[in-house]
């Protein structure tokens, strides 16, 4: 199953994410196919850039989106 989710990047107690569409058996920082957003929770307010288009295109496609990704979504306004 392909699911939309948050892959970690950044220092130690210094998150800084990337939005990416992986395989659901892959590992969190593994392989994945397309990086379409990221998202800066350190940052006063928190950041969160996604491609909006490609969002809606790998849900049609069947991607499931984690429930961390659908709760930025909904608030930023990309899923109703």
Same mark, same amino acid.
């Given at each position: 199953? +392909? %699911? ?6 950044? #220092? ?6 990337? &939005?990416?569409? #992986? ?7 593994? %392989? *994945? ?9 350190? #940052?006063?307010?928190? +950041? *969160?850039? +996604?491609? #909006? ?21 909904? %608030?930023?306004? &990309?899923?109703?």
């Amino acid at each position: 199953m +392909v %699911k939309i989710r948050l892959k970690r990047i950044g #220092a130690k107690k210094s998150p800084y994410y990337r &939005v990416v569409v #992986a395989d659901s058996r892959s590992p969190r920082n593994g %392989k *994945f196919i397309e990086e379409i957003g990221t998202y800066d929770p350190m #940052a006063d307010p928190s +950041v *969160f850039e +996604v491609d #909006a288009a490609k969002v809606t295109e790998w849900i049609s496609k069947g991607a499931q989106v984690t429930d961390t990704v659908k709760a930025l979504l909904k %608030k930023n306004g &990309v899923l109703e």
